[in-house]
C-alpha cells in the first residue's frame, strides 16, 4: 500500500506531557499537511510544506506545536505540555504541487490528553 | 473566515434510494471537493471539481461545481450499505499569496437502511 501512513494510530498521554505523531506521505508527493479534526467538525488546517519548507502555519498552531520536514519526505508534529483541548484526531495529508488541491489523507492519529 | 455550510447534520435513505447533498458558502471558491470519512480513518477524496457548472462523475457518485461558484452538489445514485459515512465538502479560494489550505464543511453523516 503506497498511501498516506500515521504513526501512531492512537495515543493517550497525561496534561502537560510532551507527544510526537509522524507522517509518511506518498511517495511523490512534495506538499504534506497536518490538519486537526474534533468531533462532529471537519479538518482544520494546521500548516502544510513544500519539500522541507514550511510554507504557511494556522493561527490554531500555538507556540506549544511544532512541526518539521527535515529532508522533505517524513514530517513530524510534536505538541509540547499538553492540554485537555488538545485531544483530537490529527490527520496528514500529501499533494503533489500541481493538483494541489487534491489532497489524500492518512488515517491519522487520535490523541487523548487526560 | 470563510466557512462551507452542509445541512442537514444527518439523512437515512433506504438502500437502493438516491440521496443528494448540497454545500454552500458565503464566499466565491475556485475548487470544491468531496471526501467520504469512515469512523476512524482519514477521510477519502472522491470527486474534485475545478470549473464552475463542471459535473463530474465516479462510478455512482456525482458531483457539480455551482455556477454562482458559491455552491457544490453531491448525488449518490442506487445507494448500498457501504454508502455508509460521513460526507464533506471541501474548497479552496486562490488569492495573492495563495496557499493550498482546504476549508471542509461539518459533513453530513449518511445512514442507509437495508
Known amino acids: 500500500d503506497t498511501g498516506v501512513s500515521q504513526d501512531p494510530r492512537h495515543k493517550i498521554t497525561k496534561r502537560g506531557q510532551n507527544v510526537t505523531f509522524r507522517c509518511d506521505p506518498i511517495?511523490?508527493?512534495?506538499?504534506l499537511y497536518w490538519y486537526r479534526q474534533t468531533l462532529g467538525q471537519g479538518p482544520e488546517f494546521l500548516t502544510y510544506?513544500?519539500?522541507?519548507?514550511?510554507?504557511?502555519k494556522s493561527r490554531l498552531l500555538s507556540d506549544r506545536f511544532s512541526a518539521e520536514r527535515p529532508k522533505g519526505s517524513f514530517s513530524t508534529l510534536e505538541i509540547q505540555r499538553t492540554e485537555q483541548g488538545d485531544s483530537a484526531m490529527y490527520l496528514c495529508a500529501s499533494s503533489l504541487k500541481r493538483d494541489t488541491y487534491e489532497q489524500y489523507f492518512g488515517p491519522g492519529t487520535r490523541l487523548t490528553v487526560t | 473566515g470563510q466557512q462551507l455550510n452542509q445541512s442537514p447534520q444527518s439523512m437515512f435513505i433506504q438502500e437502493g434510494e438516491d440521496v443528494s447533498m448540497n454545500c454552500t458558502s458565503s464566499?466565491?471558491?475556485?475548487?470544491w471537493l468531496w471526501y467520504k470519512q469512515d469512523p476512524g480513518e482519514g477521510p477519502v477524496l472522491l470527486i474534485a471539481?475545478?470549473?464552475?457548472?463542471e459535473l463530474t462523475s465516479n462510478g455512482r457518485l456525482t458531483a457539480q461545481f455551482g455556477i454562482t461558484r458559491k455552491d457544490s452538489f453531491l448525488n449518490i445514485s442506487a445507494s448500498i450499505p457501504s454508502d455508509v459515512g460521513i460526507y464533506f465538502c471541501?474548497?479552496?479560494?486562490?488569492?495573492?499569496?495563495?496557499?493550498?489550505?482546504?476549508?471542509f464543511g461539518k459533513g453530513i453523516t449518511l445512514s442507509v437502511r437495508p
Open positions: 510544506f513544500q519539500n522541507e519548507a514550511q510554507l504557511e
Open positions: 471539481l475545478y470549473k464552475a457548472g
Open positions: 511517495s511523490e508527493h512534495n506538499r
Open positions: 464566499s466565491i471558491f475556485n475548487t
Open positions: 471541501a474548497g479552496h479560494i486562490s488569492y495573492t499569496g495563495a496557499n493550498s489550505k482546504l476549508t
